[in-house]
T-cell receptor, first 116, second 111 residues
Framework: DTEVTQTPKHLVMGMTNKKSLKCEQHMGHRAMYWYKQKAKKPPELMFVYSYEKLSINESVPSRFSPECPNSSLLNLHLHALQPEDSALYLC???????????????FGQGTRLTVV | LAKTTQPISMDSYEGQEVNITCSHNNIATNDYITWYQQFPSQGPRFIIQGYKTKVTNEVASLFIPADRKSSTLSLPRVSLSDTAVYYCLVGPGTGRRALTFGSGTRLQVQP
């Protein structure tokens, strides 16, 4: 299994809602990542988990709350988002170090989030 | 930080070879060079990775000169389905630079 599975694929939420994005991988990767991508822009790193511990938070607003319940699962909890948070949210996983298997990181298909 | 510079866009025709060059003057000794491809509304996909000289796999070649200050991704005989954004990443095995994306090159392949 060489897939990173993200659910849901699409999400529309109001500014007062609480929702969660889910990411799952079964490749035994010990590094997992969340990215935000706006149209025609590169993916922007948000969080990195290494061995289920948060290792990098790129000064992301607290309305985004990541969680790594186990080595296969990564969640992103959303609360009180703004319309400008509408974007494609990508999850990725990789070995650590990332070059270990010469296959780079694996990305999910993303969740298209619209905040209304 | 090893900032990368790539052309914003490139055009090609089906059947041609495409070379996309990435400049990374401040590359560190423990940095690798990795290229990803991304189609609209999909996650990036790993293409190729290298440290020095030349690397080839079933889809691309990566040329890295001795000073490692640049690299060139070579796509042989492109097809319409190669129309995508190509990102050059330079970084070590762990940490924020391991998977930080630059601006990318938008490749448009024409029939």
């Amino acid at each position: 299994d060489t897939e990173v599975t993200q659910t849901p694929k699409h999400l529309v939420m109001g500014m007062t809602n609480k929702k969660s994005l889910k990411c799952e991988q079964h490749m035994g990767h010990r590094a997992m990542y969340w990215y935000k991508q706006k149209a025609k822009k590169p993916p922007e790193l948000m969080f990195v988990y290494s061995y289920e511990k948060l290792s990098i938070n790129e000064s992301v607003p607290s309305r985004f709350s990541p969680e790594c319940p186990n080595s296969s699962l990564l969640n992103l909890h959303l609360h009180a988002l703004q319309p400008e948070d509408s974007a494609l949210y990508l999850c990725a996983s990789s070995p650590t170090p990332i070059q270990e298997l010469n296959r780079g990181a694996f990305f999910g298909q993303g969740t298209r989030l619209t905040v209304v | 930080l090893a900032k990368t510079t790539q052309p914003i866009s490139m055009d090609s025709y089906e059947g041609q070879e495409v070379n996309i060059t990435c400049s990374h003057n401040n590359i560190a000794t423990n940095d690798y060079i990795t290229w990803y491809q991304q189609f609209p509304s999909q996650g990036p996909r790993f293409i190729i990775q290298g440290y020095k000289t030349k690397v080839t796999n079933e889809v691309a070649s990566l040329f890295i000169p001795a000073d490692r200050k640049s690299s060139t991704l070579s796509l042989p005989r492109v097809s319409l389905s190669d129309t995508a954004v190509y990102y050059c990443l330079v970084g070590p095995g762990t940490g924020r630079r391991a998977l930080t994306f630059g601006s990318g090159t938008r490749l448009q392949v024409q029939p």
